[in-house]
Structures are given as structure tokens and as C-alpha cells.
């Protein structure tokens, strides 16, 4: 089993930075793709970036536009999104996963509880 728990949510002006961080504990991430998906109030839960098991291949939704990095770090156990540029519909709930690489919620197995971020002056 493994637990992931995500941090590093909170209210940011547009425009501004934030770097989401998901720590994983119970089973190592090392081999399994990693992904990241938001969920805005009333909407479906959406993709938004993944990461290969080796680290060598990212993907990102085409409403990132280059301002998501998604990384990780296997010695921590650590995957993290860094997001610039934010706007406030960037606004939603957002989770990590571990899984196989791909876009669709269904190649994830374990998810986080989600943290919260909001973008808004």
C-alpha cells in the first residue's frame, strides 16, 4: 500500500509561483510514473502533468503552456510540481498519483487527498 500526501497548497496572486510537493510512504515510487490531475469546483478532474518511471519523459496538458515543471526525486520519495504564471483558473484541488504514464485518471492506482490551491488577488 501506499500513502501519498500532498503539501504546499494555499492563495497566490495570478501571477505568482507555487511548488506543490507529494511525499510517498509504504511503497517507493522508483519505476512508477507519477502524476499530477486538479479538480475545480464543479468540474471533472483533469489532467495536468506526468513523469515517467525513469524521470526521462514528462507530459503535460495543454493548458500548462510551459508554465508547470513536474520532477521527481526517488531518494526522497518525492514527486513535486512547480507552477509559475499561475491564474486564477488554475484554481482547484490538486493530486498526485503513482501509476503508469499516461493523461487518464484510470492508469493511476493510488492517489493523495489533494491540496488545495487558489489563485486570486
Known amino acids: 500500500q501506499v500513502q501519498l500526501v500532498e503539501s504546499g497548497g494555499g492563495m497566490v496572486q495570478p501571477g505568482g509561483s507555487m511548488r506543490l510537493s507529494c511525499a510517498a510512504s509504504g511503497r517507493t515510487i522508483t519505476y512508477y510514473a507519477m502524476g499530477w490531475f486538479r479538480q475545480a469546483p464543479g468540474k471533472e478532474r483533469e489532467f495536468v502533468a506526468t513523469i515517467s518511471g525513469s524521470g526521462g519523459s514528462t507530459y503535460y496538458a495543454d493548458f500548462v503552456e510551459g508554465r508547470f515543471t513536474i520532477s521527481r526525486d526517488d531518494v526522497k520519495n518525492t514527486v513535486y510540481l512547480q507552477m509559475k504564471s499561475l491564474k486564477p483558473e488554475d484554481t482547484a484541488a490538486y493530486y498526485c498519483?503513482?501509476?503508469?504514464?499516461?493523461?487518464?485518471?484510470?492508469?493511476?492506482?493510488?492517489w493523495g487527498q489533494g491540496t488545495q490551491v487558489t489563485v486570486s488577488s
Open positions: 498519483a503513482r501509476g503508469s504514464f499516461g493523461r487518464t485518471a484510470m492508469q493511476y492506482t493510488w
